[in-house]
């Protein structure tokens, strides 16, 4: 799951995938739908900001869910319409964000 730290006022989380790797990534932003559906739009973290203005960063969106414990997890969207729309969102807000 993710363990939520603060980095120089960034919102990191240190993020598992299913082989037991970690990385760490930026919040971006959040989306939570009219039926209460919470989203996260994630990037890569990089500690040089050098590293960063060379990578090729794409935008990960995960879904927020509940575990059996009652505890939040990220969880990546199955479904391709729900991730083009979702999608669509984040960038929408983004651009509208990084244009000033």
Known sequence: MAEN???MGADLYTLVDEEGVEQTFELMDTYET???ELYYALVPYYE?????????TE???LRSEEDENG????ASIDD?????RIGQIFMDRLSETYEE
């Open 48 to 56: 040089n900001p050098e590293d960063m203005v060379e990578a090729d």
């Open 59 to 61: 935008l990960v969106i």
């Open 71 to 74: 505890e939040e997890t990220l």
């Open 5 to 7: 730290f603060e980095d």
């Open 34 to 36: 009219d039926e209460g």
């Open 80 to 84: 391709d319409a729900e991730y083009e």
